[in-house]
């Protein structure tokens, strides 16, 4: 079964300070992973999905991150924070090709400090 | 193109009460999926609708949940009776294969959330 673990429930950076978001996994098979955004109050907007291409990937608003197969490892980055950046972020796994089943973790807020 | 589209943003009910919640997916888009999300949890699938057909509801809690969505486009999710413990965020999402992409891209509702009091 997939499953999807978060480190820190809560993620404090300053403006221009390196956002890094800590996402594992686990699937019985070749996995497609998923980031998340959420700001109040409305729904989920995708930030960037994996899908067995390149192993870094570039999504948008400048996140971007690295699927490390031996290390069970999604983790989202960006180089310097804006304060526009504070909401939380949800990490997703499907097995599935074609149609997705997504599980999510619990998600990581991070709050941005000027 | 607009986006997901849910209603009511806000429901406030008793306990033992009915309520339902309506969805309608961005327009081509055959695939759309309810999810429950509770306060500090990640969203979790409740059912799953490839056009009117049902492909996964196995977490669907069937006594007092259903779900339908008659002839493919908008779907409505209804809880008969309520918890206190359904209070939570109602996000429905749809999603469209392109091909090639290795698997779709699901796009979300704002979601309606609801307080069981």
């Known amino acids: 079964a997939q499953s999807v673990t978060q480190l820190g429930s809560h993620v404090s950076v300053s403006e221009g300070a390196l956002v890094l978001l800590r996402c594992n996994y686990s699937?019985?098979?070749?996995?497609?992973l998923f980031w998340y955004v959420q700001y109040p109050n409305q729904g989920l907007q995708l930030l960037l999905k994996?899908?067995?291409?390149?192993?870094l990937v570039k999504g948008i608003n400048g996140f971007e991150a690295e699927f490390k197969k031996s290390e069970t490892s999604f983790h989202l980055t960006k180089p310097s924070a804006h304060m526009s950046d504070a909401a939380e972020y949800f990490c997703?796994?499907?097995?599935?090709?074609?149609?997705?089943?997504?599980?999510f973790g619990k998600g990581t807020m991070l709050l941005v400090s000027p | 193109e607009a986006g997901v589209a849910q209603s009511p943003r806000y429901k406030i009910i008793e306990k033992r009460q009915s309520v339902a919640f309506w969805c309608n997916p961005i327009?081509?888009?055959?695939?759309l999926y309810w999810y429950q999300q509770i306060l500090g949890q990640g969203p979790k699938l409740l059912i799953q609708?490839?056009?009117?057909?049902?492909?996964?509801d196995s977490q669907l809690p069937k006594d007092r949940f259903s779900a339908e969505r008659l002839k493919g486009v908008d779907s409505t999710l209804k809880i008969q009776p309520a918890k206190l413990e359904d209070s939570a965020v109602y996000l429905c999402?749809?999603?469209?294969?392109?091909?090639?992409?290795?698997?779709?891209?699901?796009?979300f509702g704002p979601g309606t959330r609801l307080t069981v009091l």
């Open positions: 999402a749809s999603s469209q294969l392109i091909r090639g992409s290795g698997t779709d891209t699901q796009y």
């Open positions: 699937s019985s098979v070749p996995p497609y």
């Open positions: 994996y899908t067995s291409a390149a192993t």
């Open positions: 997703a796994v499907s097995e599935n090709s074609g149609y997705s089943t997504l599980t």
């Open positions: 327009s081509g888009h055959a695939t």
């Open positions: 609708f490839q056009n009117n057909g049902v492909v996964d």
